[in-house]
């Protein structure tokens, strides 16, 4: 096959996927969500802070994946790793400590503090990355993020780290993703159904046994699948009946058996993980 013709299987494969998405349990065309996260240039160039292998080889089919639902006016999310300088999760802030290594922090402002009476959560450090207004915190050149897309940016404050697109790693703090996406439904769910809506109806029907048009599948795509895609996909689990990581347009990190474990962490959740091809 020749590389035109490579690109075209390639993309035909991910419309088949989104048309799949669109149009299941007996609802046609139905409004789809896509969350990108995190194609920013540590992660995505080789050169990278916190370079993810091959990554740049998902930019293309992003770009596409992004125009054929942008054009069918889903919601598009992207997300922004944004950490403050001397964030927490970096291991230059950790004497002896270096990149990569697990440890234990505490959630207390207090580095000096003995009295143990913080919570403790195990992390990753991480090299320097994606820090406020440099250049390795930027979009890659060639991802092309639509005007119309939501950028939510996660991980500036100082001492939690975040994951997920939705909640920080203190599995309390919340970015406002969920809240943007609950309004977007609410404006959906009242224009769909102004005539006969209930504000006592919660059974996503409009009282005539048609849905209404909540936006009830999420697409999950970008860097990197054992973690950032991961958690945004795990905590998306909230919010959408069905989500979904397309693996062919993500990358790993690959640190020790994370892959296996994210895998099996997300399909724990319900996250379902495709390639394009089946
Ligand atoms: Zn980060």
Redesign the pocket.
């Known amino acids: 096959m020749t590389a035109p013709e490579e690109e075209e299987e390639r993309r035909k494969g991910i419309r088949d996927f989104v048309n799949a998405r669109r149009n299941t349990n007996n609802t046609n065309n139905k409004t789809l969500c896509l969350i990108v996260v995190?194609v920013q240039n540590?992660f995505m160039l080789p050169s990278g802070a916190?370079s993810v292998a091959n990554a740049e080889e998902i930019i293309d089919d992003v770009n596409y994946l992004v125009d054929i639902m942008t054009a069918e006016k889903d919601l598009v999310i992207f997300t922004q790793?944004w950490?403050c300088p001397k964030?927490h999760?970096f291991a230059s802030e950790h004497r002896g400590k270096k990149p990569f290594d697990v440890v234990e922090i505490d959630d207390d402002d207090d580095d000096d503090d003995e009295q143990n009476t913080t919570t403790k959560t195990t992390t990753t450090l991480?090299p320097d990355?994606?820090v406020q207004n440099t250049k390795g915190a930027e979009f890659h050149e060639k991802i092309r993020v639509p005007a119309s897309a939501k950028v939510i940016r996660?991980?500036f404050r100082k001492r939690v780290?975040?994951?997920s697109a939705f909640v920080e790693n203190d599995k309390r703090t919340e970015t406002g993703l969920g809240e943007y996406i609950r309004g977007v439904n609410k404006g959906l769910e009242l224009s769909s159904s102004s005539s006969s809506y209930s504000s006592n109806n919660n059974d996503n029907s409009n009282g005539d046994g048609a849905p209404t048009r909540i936006i009830t599948d999420c697409i999950v795509v970008g860097v990197a699948f054992d973690y950032?895609v991961r958690f945004t996909a795990e905590d998306a689990r909230e919010l959408f009946d069905t989500v979904v990581v397309l693996e062919d347009l993500t990358r790993a990190v690959g640190l020790g058996d994370s892959r296996e474990e994210a895998r099996a962490a997300m399909e724990k959740k319900g996250v379902s993980i495709v390639a394009t091809d089946i």
């Open positions: 995190d540590d916190l790793d950490h964030h999760s991480w990355h994606c996660k991980g780290d975040s994951y950032c």
